[in-house]
């Protein structure tokens, strides 16, 4: 199942609210855990959450640049290195 860009937001946004709590790791093994409150995902790396709407803005710049998209810099969101961590745990990257 790599790169499985057709994934709905609304099909990631429930994995998220399935998954959370569990231990993820960003690309410099930096583990992390989230929680999901609404259309957001609270990081406990971090004090900002992340949004739905970011999920879908990552989700939609993989699904028209798959070839440019390369690392979590390339997807230019907020939170990337957490949003890219997450889509590659659950094999959408």
Do not use: C
Request: aromatic residues 12%; hydrophobic residues 40%; without cysteine.
């Amino acid at each position: 199942m790599m790169m499985n860009t057709d994934i709905t937001i609304d099909a990631l946004w429930q994995l998220l609210k399935d998954h959370q709590t569990e231990i993820f790791y960003t690309i410099k093994k930096l583990p992390f855990t989230y929680t999901v409150k609404g259309g957001e995902i609270f990081v406990d790396r971090r004090s900002k959450s992340i949004t739905k709407a970011t999920f879908e803005q990552a989700l939609n710049k993989l699904k028209t640049d798959k070839e440019q998209i390369k690392g979590p810099k390339s997807l230019n969101v907020f939170g990337a290195p957490y949003v890219w961590a997450i889509l590659k745990t659950f094999e959408i990257v």
